[in-house]
C-alpha cells in the first residue's frame, strides 16, 4: 500500500513516502523538530466585536432563504458571507468567543447543524474546522464549514477515483483493506467500526485519519457520538503535546455507494504567535510535498502511552 525511500543528507538520515493508491508523497525528517519554532499557547483576547458572539451572530450573519439559521443546542448554522463553494455554510460551535474545552454535546450539536444544512444541497460534501488563527481560521471563534459542491476537491477525488479502479481491479474496498493493514501496525490510535489511526504518509503535521464505516452525509447521524467521543480523544492528544490549533475535514461521497469509505484527516497546526512564523511554506504551498517531523508511527506510541497512564 505504501513505499519508503531513504534519503541521505550528510549525517541525516530522511524517508521519502508514497501512497500506492493516490500518489501521495511527504518527506519525514524528525530532526527538524528541533528547531522549536512552536510557542507555548496563549488563548486569543478577546476582540472588540465579533460576529460569531452572542450579539453579532443574530444581527450580522446571513439567514437560509426561509429567513431563519439552524440552531441545535448552543449552535448557529447559517450561509457564508464570503462562499468559496456552491453551498457553503458556518456552524459556529459555542456562545463563548474562546473554551479550554469542548463538551461532547456542544461538538454533536454543531456537527448536527452542519449536518442539517448539507441535506438542503446536493454534491460531494465535506464537513470542515479551522481551529484558531494560526490554522487559518480569520475569526478565533470556534466554527465549524460545510461545503458542497458538483465536483469533489482534488484529495477526495483522487480517493472516489482510484477507490473505483481498486475495487474493479481487487472486488475489494480500498478503505476496508487500508483498516485490515493498519490494525496492527503501530499507527493504530482507537476504535474500530469508526477507525482511527496516524496516516503514513501525512499531509501535515501528526495527521490523524477516521475511515468511517458510511460512504454518505445522509448516513452520518448514527455515528456522531462514536465520532465526537474519538474527535475528543484527538484533540485531547494534541493539546497534551502543547499544541492547540488544527484543521479537520471530513469527506462525502455524493451519494450512498459501494466503492467510497468517508474519512476525516485533521492535522496539528503551529501554535499563533505574535511573530508570525508558519509551519506552512513552500514545500507544503508549491512542490506539494509536505515535510513531516513527527513520524506516524511516533504519534501511535505517544497516543497508546497516554492512554495507558489515564487508564493506571
Ligand atoms: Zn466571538
Not at 513516502?17 to 519525514?28: F, P
Not at 439567514?63 to 439559521?69: C, K, P, V, W
Request: hydrophobic share 35%.
Amino acid at each position: 500500500m505504501f513505499t519508503v525511500t531513504e534519503i541521505i543528507s550528510g549525517k541525516h538520515i530522511l524517508q521519502m513516502r508514497e501512497e500506492l493508491l493516490t500518489g501521495m508523497r511527504c518527506k519525514i525528517s524528525p530532526e527538524r523538530l528541533n528547531r522549536r519554532l512552536d510557542e507555548a499557547f496563549q488563548p486569543p483576547s478577546p476582540p472588540d466585536f465579533c460576529p460569531f458572539c452572542p450579539g453579532g451572530i443574530q444581527t450580522v450573519t446571513p439567514t437560509f432563504s426561509d429567513g431563519n439559521r439552524i440552531c441545535i443546542g448552543d449552535s448557529v448554522t447559517f450561509p457564508n458571507l464570503f462562499p468559496f463553494a456552491a453551498w457553503h455554510t458556518v456552524t459556529v460551535v459555542t456562545r463563548d468567543h474562546y473554551r479550554e474545552e469542548f463538551s461532547h454535546s456542544e461538538i454533536r450539536d454543531a456537527f448536527l447543524g452542519q449536518i442539517t444544512s448539507l441535506q438542503k444541497a446536493s454534491g460531494y460534501k465535506s464537513i470542515n474546522w479551522n481551529y484558531l488563527p494560526s490554522a487559518g481560521a480569520s475569526i478565533a471563534h470556534p466554527h465549524l464549514q460545510g461545503m458542497a459542491d458538483r465536483r469533489p476537491s482534488p484529495l477526495p477525488e483522487k480517493y472516489l477515483r482510484s477507490g473505483f479502479a481498486y475495487a474493479l481491479r481487487t472486488g475489494e474496498k480500498y478503505g476496508d483493506d487500508l483498516r485490515n493493514h493498519e490494525q496492527k501496525t503501530p499507527r493504530y490510535l482507537l476504535g474500530n467500526e469508526l477507525f482511527w489511526y496516524a496516516h503514513f504518509v501525512p499531509l501535515g503535521e501528526r495527521e490523524i485519519r477516521c475511515i468511517m464505516p458510511i460512504s454518505c452525509i445522509e448516513e452520518f447521524e448514527p455515528f456522531i457520538d462514536d465520532f465526537v467521543d474519538g474527535l475528543l480523544a484527538m484533540i485531547r492528544l494534541y493539546r497534551s503535546l502543547g499544541t492547540h490549533a488544527f484543521n479537520l475535514s471530513l469527506f462525502f461521497d455524493r451519494k450512498k455507494g459501494r466503492h467510497f469509505s468517508a474519512f476525516c484527516s485533521m492535522i496539528s497546526r503551529i501554535n499563533p504567535n505574535s511573530s508570525s512564523t508558519s509551519d506552512t511554506a513552500f514545500m507544503e504551498r508549491l512542490h506539494l510535498e509536505p515535510v513531516i517531523l513527527t513520524p506516524p508511527e511516533e504519534v501511535g506510541r505517544i497516543f497508546q502511552n497516554k492512554r495507558m497512564q489515564s487508564l493506571e
